[in-house]
């Protein structure tokens, strides 16, 4: 490998490098709405009496990951924090 070409390769990987930074901080931007506080406000925004959609929104844990519940009547839809944010360095809540 020549000078040049080392070079070009240390650019190439400073720019991942920040890229990847860019990533990871938005994943933990996308893993943040797991909150307790969090699901108390989309609670109390899906239950108002003038909202037109009425879902219960409970923050629990699903095989000890954050997940957050959205129940309507007798059905319910639920949001599981997936196993890569287990790696984002993140102190997550948990469910009482």
Not at 6 to 32: G, P
Not at 62 to 83: A, H, N, Q
């Amino acid at each position: 490998m020549t000078v040049q070409e080392r070079n070009v390769a240390v650019i190439i990987l400073q720019d991942v490098e920040e890229l990847l930074a860019v990533f990871r901080h938005k994943l933990k931007d996308l893993a943040s709405c797991y909150t307790r506080a969090n699901a108390e406000n989309l609670n109390q925004f899906f239950t108002r009496d003038l909202n037109s959609i009425y879902y219960k929104v409970e923050l629990t844990s699903v095989r000890s990951r954050p997940t957050m519940w959205f129940k309507k009547g007798g059905g319910f839809s639920d949001l599981i924090l997936e196993s890569w944010a287990n790696k984002l360095d993140f102190e997550w809540p948990k469910a009482d």
